[in-house]
């Protein structure tokens, strides 16, 4: 990293504010939210069961979601990483196509093939898995939503394995598989933890995908909406800081992770 | 032991085309060719990380062409050593072993021997990634070896260290040629590095195997412009053969004659190396023989040598030592006399 | 790129199934959508001007989101390109928050600090800009979920600026401002362009921050939640494939532009 | 012209430490160290891209420690030439004509005079990323030097050339010194390249400036074993001034005494170069003097020449050319005299 000369201070003076005027945006409400709370009344929601349990919820189904996409996920990452092959591109555009598919449009698509009228619906159906109103449902909407992020991550961290390590690891002997687990997935690691991480967080944070197919049982993210329609902002705003805060712990580690990535 | 028939590789721009080598048993052979000539892509075909297009490659006359990189007992050593950086150095060396499942005796000996054999036992423990380039390259050496290869395949291993390191890790490489007696093919686009290591030199160049022989032979008889431009013998001449007086053989090139050996040699180009162009005050140059006076042109200073080019014409330039230069005070614009053996004349046909 | 020898078959075979499965997920709703519906419905749907406003008004609020982003977000992408200073990564970590916090509770955040009774609330009131059911509202709530990928992709654009092409130009004589205006800024311009598109898309899909704070004027996400409450799947269908259709127009783009970033 | 007074850099792991060096008006100043010696952070700090933590720079007089790049009038030219990749290449020679809204004529007259100079009309639609490596270098140096710089910084412009273009615009660069008696700091880390380009030559390494002068100089007389080791002077004996016989200066290290030449020198280590070693059949080696016989314990190739190292004890390395090489028959195992002048022995003080 080599530094260089700041631009001349008024260059340097017009950045600053521009960028401090953002910041400001982004870290007033945040701040707000959290230091304006008074923790008594935080406790006090801890111990409502219907806050609870709805946070619990949303954190088992996030984490159901990301083993999922870990399964699926990580293998493809490593094609899309180590093989050329035609129609890449393609595949990689499909596997962003979530970041772009508003979510309550997302919610709707869904339904249309996991709906119990419907193809894959049906199938579940035949072993006893609904998704309208059911833990299975806030996955399917989690997992679509949030998916990319790990494939995204994972997929950096393979690319950035040097294939010359592979190489050599194979003529010392190591099969594919071998090399894979001893070599590539170690070293990705870091980025693929990352990506879950990332993933987790931000199938916690799902709301608009989420309230089409599973209104009940209600996650976190629902129960704040569902507060604020009901009663008003103040009650909302004990679960939103809750959320806010869980958002901020396991953000916090993401970033201690991608900056030791970025290191190493 | 390496033998390569009419090998075919094509990467993007490159192309290998109809390449045919052969490495004998216990030779240390060093491919030699421009930057971009693919060189790289060569090993890794021999070790199977490539396909290639066409072409056979046998190694111990087993045919490998379709062989996985771990069925061919070939090892890879890469310019920037490529060590595991999640594993100890220990774990580096021991990796293959493990992955052959080599008995715990047998592999507990070709451990110790390869730890002895470069002198490392005391960088075992470290990470890799706190090694000196030095250090890297024999903890690379010493994994590639312990499973003992039938080939040893290395990759510019002296590209990236300075000086020093490099002649050291040079004589490191020809004790441990002695010592272990393993086929080696080295590439590398550094001339001086292939003399001074090969048994062999093949010079690649243009997608082609264009010479093949012993860095004397490439030195004082290359086949072409391409091999006598890349070993840096800077006089060449377009020309023909000719009868020189009393029954001697001669090579004309416009005003000027050479005087060859008497032999078979025949081709339209002559080539003189700068090395055995002799630099004379004229009032000594002898009569008769190659022979010329011209006037120095221009002093390429390159420290304990120089290169004087001098116009006769045409230019021809001779290497002087530094001792020369200060001897005979040579500066731009003198009037020397040059000399060279009629055996100094390689002709070749473009 | 160096090719590899492929993993041999069976290790490939397995990843391919697990990487399939994934694929298929996420290509199967949004495939679904736009090929089972009727042409016809979806012309109607665009005579609809409920429909139509909503969409319009949409994109409108994403752009100004994403204005608003450019001139207060690429001068701070390049700080932190460009510039070492203590805090940095802090700064850069506060940046990408809103990537993590629950979209809903994000909503009641900025209503803690935009709604009437609160500070900027009130300060914006005095020049006539109320952001409850608002235009302004959508919009901060937009730029509030996808300034992050602006910035990020910015920086990442600026980033890859040889800091020695900027070097060489103040030696020539550029001050600090032309080096921007003259070298760093066009060789970052089709990163910054994608970042731009990606901040569009993402702002138009938001959801959960919009419905928070102005459920009224109705986006098209909002619309589509309101509609399949009200009247059910079938109804929220139409305007949920033009808002998807859209979405694709946009991700095409966007690839196209990252492709080219790639290569270059 | 450039006068470097007291300077002090810190970055990272590498500081360069009081730092002082004067380059006159129209010199070609080669400043040479190991990689990772921070020289192209030298060049930076003149050229006012990063800011030295202590220290003075003047050019032509003139302090500019303290002010921005765009106000120092010296130009930079990178080892990758670093062209504008989005301006054509008229464009990118116009930026700093421009950039210094130098009026309409005279703009004119400094563009295609750079033009000219390098032959690259050309050239001037085409995209940079287009070019050769050669061209490029030719675009960097007309761009850097159509604003008349008072000082022109070059960044290792040879190290990243084939070795023929290397050569190309190595004559390139000394024709375009003597047109345009430019102000030049030329930075490397190759020392052949140093001695074939510097007016003076400045060895940097361990953070300091180890020795200023003349190629012929720091070739013969380094003051350091620094400085010797760099430029490759491998005979290099730590021992004493002593009296040897008939009134002649010695130096004693261990059982070998060199005669010296009359002089002043003093100090505790001796250095005689490769190339001022002579190799003689034993048989021929004169009586007295520099003389001694040894045993030839190892010949590194380096195509037109060979380093011989002969066992006295201790070891000392000759420079043989392949002819003497050939001539002599050299072999490993085999014994030889050696033998150099009193002048080549060159006393100095570690």
Known sequence: MRSRILPRAWLKGTFLILGGIILLFIIAPVGKMIFASSPSILMESLRDSE????????????????????????????????????????????????????????????????????FMGQAFDGIGIRFLDSLA???????????????????????????????????????????????????????????????????????????????????????????????????????????????????????????????? | MISIRNLCVELGDFTLKDASLDVEDGEYMVVVGPSGAGKTVLLETIAGLFHPRRGEIRLRGRDVTRL??????????????????????????????????????????????AVELFNIAALLDRDPTTLSGGERQKVALARALCVSPDVLLVDEPLSSLDPRTREEIEAELQRLHRALDVTTLHVTHNFEEAVALGDRIAVIGEGEVKQVGTPEDIFRKPNS?????????????????????????????????????????????????????????????????????????????????????????PVITALATRHTFREMNLKTGMRVGVCFDASSVHVFQE
């Open chain 1, 51 to 118: 806050i609870t349990s709805s946070i619990l919820l949303t954190l088992y189904a996030a984490l159901l979601a990301t083993v999922i996409g870990f399964v699926l996920g990580v293998p493809l990452a490593y094609l899309l990483a180590k093989t050329q092959f035609p129609g890449k591109k393609l595949i990689e555009g499909i596997i962003d196509l979530p970041l772009v598919i508003p979510h309550s449009a997302a919610g709707i698509a869904l339904l249309f093939v996991f709906g119990r009228n419907y």
């Open chain 2, 68 to 113: 996985s990189p771990e069925e061919r007992h070939v090892s890879i050593v890469y310019q920037d050593h490529a060590l595991f950086p999640h594993l100890s150095v220990r774990d580096n060396i021991l990796f293959g072993l493990r992955m052959r499942k080599t008995d715990a005796k047998q592999s507990r000996q070709a451990f110790s021997r």
């Open chain 1, 137 to 264: 449902g806030i996955v399917i909407a989690m997992l679509f939503v949030s998916v990319p992020f790990l494939i995204d991550s994972a997929k950096e961290g393979f690319k950035k394995v040097d294939p010359r390590l592979e190489n050599v690891a194979r003529t010392l002997g190591a099969t594919p598989w071998k090399t894979f687990s001893r070599i590539s997935f170690p070293l990705a690691r870091r980025s693929i933890t990352a990506g879950c991480i990332l993933m987790w967080a931000r199938g916690m944070s799902e709301f608009g995908a989420v309230i089409i197919i599973a209104y009940h049982p209600m996650i976190a993210p629902v129960l704040v909406y569902e507060k604020f329609e009901t009663y008003g902002l103040n009650y909302a705003r004990p679960i939103a800081v809750i959320l806010i805060l869980i958002s901020l712990v396991v953000f916090v580690v993401l970033r201690f992770l991608l900056y030791r990535r970025e290191r190493s």
């Open chain 2, 225 to 313: 412009e391409f091999v006598a431009g890349f070993a840096m013998s800077r006089n060449i001449y377009p020309g023909e053969l000719c009868a020189a007086d009393a029954g001697r053989r001669g090579f004309k090139s416009g005003n000027l004659l050479f005087y060859l050996e008497n032999g078979n040699a025949a081709g339209n180009r002559a080539v003189i190396r700068p090395e055995d162009v002799m630099l004379l005050p004229r009032e000594v140059l002898p009569n008769g023989g190659n022979t010329f006076a011209g006037e120095i042109v221009r002093i390429a200073d390159r420290g304990s040598t120089l290169y004087v080019d001098v116009q006769l014409p």
